[in-house]
């Protein structure tokens, strides 16, 4: 079996795989991860990943239509020799077939890569890579504090930098679940800090934004707390700016089945165990989403998701004035439930 456990992935990613490796599959959930895995994959592997004879681009569904494409592509000889990547993309249809042939076949100074989707344990071109001796196959989940830690320090230290250990541990909280979105804020978090040796607190609190959060937390923070006033003041100031209320119900909606999940994976565990496990929650929320935690029931919670999802529906068969209270009138329902629940 060629399948990689999760946690070694980074280290055989440093190392490079086997020579006898012709095929490398990257599935998983994290899509944002898959791609980033794939592109390292395929362009580490040749001399200039911007020559297009070098590393060539193949879209799944092409290959479903032309089963020895794949195999072509990979014993062609590039013009000025070389090695030579193939780096498939997405597809909605099987081309396992196409990947089968090129394990079949005698490949040399080429590497494919595979990139697919969040693929099941039966799928075709799962079951072809894991039981091949020529693949491999590697999973891709969301990033968990070892693999943030080390994707922050990579990242920064291409440009040039070194984070502090505090900053880390607040950037890190900060991230989401999603590869790309998690490069992005470092990168972006890198260039405001350009011309600096080392990157500190003060940085990553200018710079970097909750990728899970939105404009609303406080509107929905407050409601999910049990703090009526409060909702009222910002309910107002953001239907006075132009924000649609179904906008404001979907927020709340997520926010929701987000402590849902949490309260029920976290069952027998202390608010403050749940919220260290909130991947994305930022670090200057964590105080009042423990709070939400310990005073919402999976119960509760099930029937707030209830209301909201109903609120939404009638929001979107509603003239503009008639949604906004719906929207209103719900979110303070589900405050005045918070309230209740204090204690």
Same mark, same amino acid.
């Given at each position: 079996?060629?399948?990689v456990?999760?946690?070694?992935?980074e280290?055989?990613l440093?190392?490079?795989p086997?020579?006898? #490796?012709?095929?490398?599959?990257?599935?998983g959930?994290?899509?944002?991860?898959?791609f980033?895995?794939?592109?390292?994959?395929? %362009?580490?592997?040749?001399?200039?990943?911007?020559?297009?004879?070098?590393? #060539?681009?193949?879209?799944?569904?092409?290959?479903?239509?032309?089963?020895?494409?794949?195999?072509?592509?990979?014993?062609t000889?590039?013009?000025?020799?070389g090695?030579?990547?193939?780096?498939?993309?997405?597809?909605?249809?099987?081309y396992?077939?196409? #990947?089968?042939?090129a394990?079949?076949?005698?490949i040399?100074?080429?590497?494919?890569?595979?990139e697919?989707?969040?693929?099941?344990?039966?799928?075709?071109? /799962?079951?072809?890579?894991?039981?091949s001796?020529?693949?491999?196959a590697?999973?891709?989940y969301?990033?968990?504090?070892?693999?943030?830690?080390?994707?922050?320090?990579?990242?920064?230290?291409?440009?040039g930098?070194?984070?502090?250990? %505090?900053a880390?541990?607040?950037?890190?909280?900060?991230?989401?679940?999603?590869?790309?979105?998690s490069?992005?804020?470092?990168?972006?978090?890198?260039?405001?800090a350009? $011309?600096?040796?080392?990157?500190g607190?003060?940085?990553?609190?200018?710079v970097?934004?909750?990728?899970?959060?939105?404009?609303?937390?406080?509107?929905?923070?407050?409601?999910?707390?049990?703090?009526?006033e409060?909702?009222?003041?910002?309910?107002?100031?953001?239907?006075?700016?132009?924000?649609?209320?179904?906008v404001?119900?979907?927020?709340?909606?997520?926010?929701?089945?987000?402590?849902?999940?949490?309260?029920?994976?976290?069952?027998?565990?202390s608010?403050?165990?749940?919220v260290?496990?909130?991947?994305?929650?930022h670090?200057r929320?964590?105080?009042?989403?423990?709070?939400?935690l $310990?005073?919402?029931?999976?119960?509760?919670?099930?029937?707030? #998701?209830?209301?909201?999802?109903?609120?939404?529906?009638?929001?979107? /068969?509603?003239?503009?004035?008639?949604?906004?209270?719906h929207?209103?009138?719900?979110?303070l329902?589900?405050?005045?439930?918070?309230?209740?629940?204090?204690?």
């Amino acid at each position: 079996m060629t399948a990689v456990k999760a946690g070694d992935i980074e280290a055989l990613l440093r190392r490079g795989p086997a020579s006898q #490796v012709a095929v490398i599959l990257v599935y998983g959930p994290d899509t944002g991860l898959v791609f980033e895995r794939a592109k390292r994959l395929a %362009e580490s592997f040749v001399t200039d990943p911007s020559d297009p004879f070098a590393l #060539v681009k193949i879209e799944g569904d092409v290959l479903a239509s032309d089963v020895g494409r794949l195999v072509d592509e990979a014993s062609t000889v590039g013009l000025f020799g070389g090695q030579r990547s193939i780096w498939v993309r997405p597809g909605s249809r099987n081309y396992a077939p196409a #990947v089968d042939a090129a394990l079949k076949a005698e490949i040399a100074g080429a590497r494919i890569v595979v990139e697919a989707g969040d693929l099941a344990k039966s799928a075709p071109l /799962r079951t072809l890579c894991e039981k091949s001796t020529r693949a491999l196959a590697l999973p891709c989940y969301a990033d968990d504090e070892r693999t943030l830690a080390d994707l922050i320090d990579r990242t920064l230290q291409d440009s040039g930098l070194r984070i502090a250990r %505090e900053a880390r541990d607040v950037l890190a909280m900060s991230l989401g679940g999603d590869r790309r979105a998690s490069l992005s804020e470092i990168e972006k978090l890198a260039l405001y800090a350009q $011309g600096q040796s080392e990157v500190g607190l003060d940085d990553v609190e200018a710079v970097v934004s909750d990728v899970a959060g939105s404009v609303l937390n406080t509107l929905i923070d407050a409601a999910f707390v049990g703090r009526s006033e409060e909702v009222e003041r910002d309910y107002r100031r953001f239907r006075h700016e132009g924000m649609d209320p179904s906008v404001m119900l979907g927020s709340a909606l997520r926010h929701a089945l987000t402590l849902l999940s949490t309260r029920v994976a976290g069952e027998g565990q202390s608010p403050s165990m749940m919220v260290g496990n909130w991947r994305g929650l930022h670090f200057r929320r964590k105080t009042i989403v423990e709070a939400q935690l $310990g005073r919402w029931s999976p119960v509760a919670l099930r029937h707030a #998701v209830q209301l909201l999802q109903e609120a939404v529906l009638a929001c979107r /068969r509603s003239q503009p004035d008639l949604a906004h209270a719906h929207a209103s009138a719900t979110l303070l329902r589900i405050a005045t439930e918070a309230a209740r629940r204090r204690g």
